[in-house]
Nanobody, 124 residues
Framework: QLQLVESGGGLVQPGGSLRLSCTVLGFSLDYYAIAWFRQAPGKEREFVAVAAISWSVYTTSYADSVKDRFTISRDNAKNTVYLQMNSLKPEDTAVYYC???????????????WGQGTQVTVSS
């Protein structure tokens, strides 16, 4: 059974860092895209970053709001994807979700497999 297990959320001060992990159980990540989304209270779920492999080429893409601060990486041997978040801001506060699909884009409705979410709170 396919399962995505997230960890790494927590409370951090502005300017601090956190690393989120998403381990995929039940199938290999080799041919899939894995993405991070986030959802703040009262807001829609929004794209954060995606990592994909296509024709042996590894690509990443980021939302403008997190570019140069967040880094997505994947360890296929561990079937795990990471989201390194630096220079965190209060507006980064949200529940963060990982998602997996053959689709490689930014539309959350196109992803069929989701983690349970992990809370990230940036506050002094």
């Amino acid at each position: 059974q396919l399962q995505l297990v997230e960890s790494g959320g927590g409370l951090v001060q502005p300017g601090g860092s956190l690393r989120l992990s998403c381990t995929v159980l039940g199938f290999s990540l080799d041919y899939y895209a894995i993405a991070w989304f986030r959802q703040a209270p009262g807001k829609e779920r929004e794209f954060v970053a995606v990592a994909a492999i296509s024709w042996s080429v590894y690509t990443t893409s980021y939302a403008d709001s997190v570019k140069d601060r967040f880094t997505i990486s994947r360890d296929n041997a561990k079937n795990t994807v990471y989201l390194q978040m630096n220079s965190l801001k209060p507006e980064d506060t949200a529940v963060y979700y990982c998602a997996v699909d053959l689709y490689r884009g930014r539309d959350p409705t196109r992803y069929h497999y989701w983690g349970q979410g992990t809370q990230v709170t940036v506050s002094s």
